[in-house]
């Protein structure tokens, strides 16, 4: 005869079991994916070790060359610098204006607000080809009908096309913590004998950092993986000199469109994908020590 | 003494009038928005209901409403253009959903690497990864040139799947997990549980990823020009046509098309979920 022990101890055994069975079977759909998701850009790491100037082939060459490739290609490094000048340049100036812009919608009148709330939602929600199209035909006609014939297309034209794709969203990171701030801490400052320039620097600033910090990587992001807008807006100038711009998305485009990826570009991406990867490690070591510090204060407070 | 900018010193209206407000602060932000934001829309939208004459004069028209109508291969590009959005936008869910649910579950993983892991490719440049993406089907035989919507919509999948699963994570790890036990222990069996509790908790997601597929889809112009070697043609490669071979009023009229599907899907998505993190890249950094 069973007894009720040996019944229950079966169950959880049961129930153990099915647990484990969930993990395993968890784990494979989610390795499945990310391996398959990871493929070109695998294939394109691996053969970055490889002489052969296509991937795939007989035999795999293992070679460094295609890095020492990389870096005496002036045409790549040429690009490389342009897009992170422009990447740094265009989210330097979002993250100002797009930050003084938070601050001064959010104490604006609640009208004058959701206007520039609603303006603020245009580029986010619109498709990036029309921005870029409807940004490059004004360029045209000013210069057609304002500046008597001028080609306006230069390094200028191409940061303010990267500034509208990340000021909104510069707008939107800072706003949450403007929110999530207390109003009383300004006021603080002033009945404390600092003038609004300083309560400002010295209360609101500090607070809403974290949003500042966020909204200046993700123009960063959005201006290092723009194609369309970069196309059309760009001119001459930055180290292009006197010929238009290339940044890496165009210049990569105008090379896939004639052929492989060329072989230089293999090694380029397994340094991107380094470089990406140990941001990504740092962020998560910084987010879990971040949490455990709040954890901490938390328990701290409690007792 | 103190003051408070809600209770200006009384020393002469012209000093009062330009001491510093915060306010002023989103002034130069919304003139700048305003320029090179509204100004160019404007210009299209003129473009879209206007005809260019011989000497560059623009007069009012509706040739380029009745010149994308009437031609079978425009109105053509647009209906493939929302079946592939709609199709990309499905795929992404089906594999984006489940895999969102995994990974928000504390039971399968409780590694955040993981996730961003999901999310990296977003941060590798996009042209060099349709690159890849094409040089790698080539090379398994899947040549654009031979199978466009084949090739298309792998791209397409490959590129708009982080987007998917990173607006449905963030809604799983919201999910209200008693009340999933409370549906179970009611004695709701697991397909139950999941249209009950599960799916319409996660609706918000849904619609986030949704809209963070369809619309950019719909205009992309590198993965479908790349993957299918220049033979499947989106809405986005058409404007961009038009646009390249200077027939400004027809390519306007096209991207006025495209801001009305963008207000059309805003307004209906809008009434869904009540808009939670529905920016491009929201929860990125």
Known sequence: MVSEMDVFQRNERILKRNRIIHKILGQAAIWLVLVLMYIPIGVLIVYSFSANDVIGGEVF????????RLFTDAEIMTALGN?????????????????????GAF???RRARSVIENVTQIPVVNAEIVIALSLTVMFVFVGTYIFAGANLFSFWTLLIGHMILSLPFVYLSVKPKLIQMDPALYEAALDLGCTPNQALWKTTMPEIAPGILSGFMLSITLSLDD??????????GLLSGDKTIDTLSTLVQAKIKKGPIPPAMRALTTIIFIVVLLIVIGMTVYRNVMAKRVKKRAGREAK | MAMSQNKPAKSGGLKRFFAFKRKYLAFPYFLFLALFVIVPIAIILVYAFTGTSADGSLYFSFDALVSFFTSPTKVNVLVVSLFLGILNTVICLLIGYPIAYLL???????????VMLFVMPMWINFVLRTGATRDVLNWMGIVGGKYPYLATMIGLVYNYLPFTILPLYTTMIKLDKSQIEAARDLGANPVQTF????LPQSVPGI?????????????????????SEGKLTLFGNIIYLNFSQSMWNEGSFMAFIMLLLIAISMALTRKVGKGE??????GLW
């Open chain 1, 61 to 68: 060459n293992f070679s460094f060359i295609q890095y020492s």
């Open chain 1, 83 to 103: 897009t992170l000048i422009l990447a740094l340049a265009s989210s330097a100036l979002s993250t100002i204006l797009g930050t003084a812009g938070a601050i």
């Open chain 1, 107 to 109: 104490y604006s009148k």
């Open chain 1, 227 to 236: 194609f369309i807008v970069s196309a059309f807006t760009r001119g001459a």
């Open chain 2, 104 to 114: 928000a579950d504390k039971k399968v993983n409780q590694n955040y690497v993981l």
């Open chain 2, 195 to 198: 249209f009950l509790s599960i």
């Open chain 2, 207 to 227: 619609v986030s990823a949704a809209e963070m597929v369809f619309m950019p889809t719909m205009s992309s112009y590198v993965i479908s020009d790349t993957l």
């Open chain 2, 277 to 282: 993190g529905r920016e491009r890249g929201s």
